[in-house]
């Protein structure tokens, strides 16, 4: 028996879905040593701080930013902005991604706690609350590390000695400046090939003839 042959899509259809698939699923795949889903030797993703738990939810948000970014400079470079205006564009952009590696650097040392597990002494990290819940069994002048120790380092437990509400929230707050560090950077760099995409275009009109 034949399969049925189904007819091919419009032109405008081939192209939507070619630019779709190169722009969604491309970019994020080029990008996966970036984003930590690809482990390379001697380098060290920034999504390697978090735990995970919310690794799983934090790459395929950032793999989505990062497509809308692409989207983003693929559209606007067919515009011509002036010189001043890319210029500060980029330092407002590097200055808040300054301020937005500073905030999570704080939120980290802040809401997570990292330790040493099993004979390969590989490291684990929980996101904890302050303060803990009085059903904790922990005793108060203990550390939070020790307290996850006694709980199994099980993370499903970890409502026992924290708010649930509140490790959501701090949960959240990490993934939040995760996506818009690396957004952020994927616009810093998107701004970066504007311009000299722009000063390529100008330096061949001044070497056209008259």
Known sequence: MNEPVLPAPPTATRRWVSALLALAVTVPLGMAPLLGNLEIPGFKALLSL????????ALPLASLAMALVAVSVQFFSRD?????KLTRAFVAVVAA????LLLLAWRHNQTVVGMPVGPDAERASFVVAHPRSASCPCPADR????????LGLDGSRLPICWAEADLRSNAFVLVLLYVLLMSGLGALVGLLVMV???SGTTKRRRKAPA
């Open 80 to 84: 011509r902005f002036s010189g001043r």
């Open 50 to 57: 978090f735990p995970g738990s919310l690794q799983e939810t």
């Open 97 to 100: 991604l300054f301020l937005l």
């Open 196 to 198: 000299r995409r722009q």
């Open 143 to 150: 550390g939070d590390a020790e307290c996850i120790q006694r």
